[in-house]
């Protein structure tokens, strides 16, 4: 069983940033995509950011390009979201998802919430 743990969230003001870590843990932990997803009240999840854990290579969202930046640390299986100049749309749950074998988004973290204020 592999377990996904955020942290990081919080309220912040309009144009701040926050960092949201995910730490995996687990005998069984194996990777092909690490993902952050977000879900706002009353909207779909949306996939916002994803890195490839064997090359590194990541994707983003038309709604986080040049503005997130997703990180991992292999050694330390975790990774990163960090969100500068962030706008209230951005107030979501963000939730951590593991892929373990390029089919499907199979672990997922409890969720950790970004608040924006305007």
């Known amino acids: 069983q592999v377990q996904l743990v955020e942290s990081g969230g919080g309220l912040v003001q309009a144009g701040g940033s926050l960092r949201l870590s995910c730490a995996a843990s687990g005998r069984a932990f194996e990777s092909y995509n690490m993902g952050w997803f977000r879900q706002a009240p009353g909207k779909e999840r949306e996939l916002v950011a994803a890195i490839r854990w064997s090359a590194g290579s990541t994707y983003y969202a038309d709604s986080a390009k040049g503005r997130f930046t997703i990180s991992k640390d292999s050694a330390k299986n975790t990774i990163y979201l960090q969100m500068n100049s962030l706008k209230p749309a951005d107030t979501a749950a963000y939730y951590c998802?593991?892929?373990?074998?390029?089919?499907?988004?199979?672990?997922w973290g409890q969720g950790t919430q970004v608040t924006v204020s305007s």
């Open positions: 998802a593991n892929d373990p074998y390029g089919g499907r988004w199979s672990d």
